[in-house]
């Protein structure tokens, strides 16, 4: 089977692998958005209980604060590096009920498959050749009933301007190169991908940031950064 990997890409965050806790570092916006992202997919699925899995899961950000709201969390990713870093942070924080595999998402459905209850794969479409095969793959290791939350970029001269101009060349929010414009998704290609992966698309919300009072908030706005919620019928 084809990795459904970017070699760039991994080395991309890889480079940056140990950087992924600190909090002040490149990774600052994943630490100010994880909170508004873990309430909004709490609200939804209640993830006390739930066997969870969060797919390009990273240095482990996302996976352990949904593990200590009393989840029973699965962090996948394909980046070495990262993932000993969500390791030892686990080990070190003492985060209990999360676990971490170098493991592709495609390769996990096959061995797993309607597993999990919640599925979450945030930050990651806009990094792979092949998104529409993720979704699926996401789509086949949920529960029938089961929830699942992706996040992703738009695709538009606004997100452009927004994520790429002002995040990572002017406000330098970000490294230069973290994201390409061509690999960002539309929320009606999205949610095409996911109803052909059999999916509900039930709701969607977008997140904002003020570069002044370097605040981020969630808002019906899907024109930058956005979320959608899923369901897989029962």
Known sequence: MT???DPQELAKFSDLAHRWWDTESEFRPLHQINPLRL??????????????LDVGCGGGILSDAMARRGANVLG????TKALRVAMLHALEAG???????EVAVEALAADMPAQFDIV???????????PASVVASCAALCKPGGWLFFSTLNRNLKSFLFAIVGAEHVLKLLPKGTHEYAKFIKPSELAAQCRAAGLDVA???GLEYNPITRRYWLSDNTSVNYMLACRKPA
């Open 3 to 5: 990795i459904n990997a």
């Open 39 to 52: 309430d909004w997919i709490d609200q939804r699925a209640c993830v006390s209980g739930k066997r969870v």
């Open 76 to 79: 996948i990713d394909l980046s």
């Open 95 to 101: 985060t209990p009920s999360v676990e971490y595999r």
């Open 120 to 130: 979450t794969c945030m930050e990651m479409l806009e990094h792979v050749p092949d």
């Open 203 to 205: 709701e969607s919300s």
